[in-house]
Nanobody
Framework: QVQLVESGGGLVQTGGSLRLSCVAS????????MGWYRQAPGKQREFVAR???????FYADSVKGRFTISRDNAKNTVQLQMHGLKPEDTAIYYC???????????????WGQGTQVTVST
């Protein structure tokens, strides 16, 4: 089992920046890729960015060029640096990890509790 704890959310004006961080604990060696998702009020949770254990990154089109995902495997952390924030980025941001089970299957069911990001006009 893997536990994920996010931090770094807050209130920022349009055009501002925030840096989110997620710390993993528990069965850390079983973690593969890690990512960030977000859920705005009344909307489905959506993909934001993901990074593999080897450092390959993937982004939603809506955040490309503004957000950067990175990870520190030695510290078991993944970060999301956000620049040029817009009101439509307002959401609860969740950290996610892909975890390899003892049976050899990957599962994406490990989630943090979320951190609120609010972008004011």
């Amino acid at each position: 089992q893997v536990q994920l704890v996010e931090s770094g959310g807050g209130l920022v004006q349009t055009g501002g920046s925030l840096r989110l961080s997620c710390v993993a604990s528990g069965r850390v060696p079983s973690i593969g890729s890690m990512g960030w998702y977000r859920q705005a009020p009344g909307k489905q949770r959506e993909f934001v960015a993901r990074i593999t254990s080897g450092g390959s990154t993937f982004y939603a089109d809506s955040v490309k060029g503004r957000f950067t995902i990175s990870r520190d495997n030695a510290k078991n952390t993944v970060q999301l640096q956000m620049h040029g924030l817009k009101p439509e980025d307002t959401a609860i941001y969740y950290c996610n990890a892909a975890v390899l089970s003892d049976a050899g299957y990957w599962s994406n069911d490990s989630w943090g509790q979320g951190t609120q990001v609010t972008v004011s006009t």
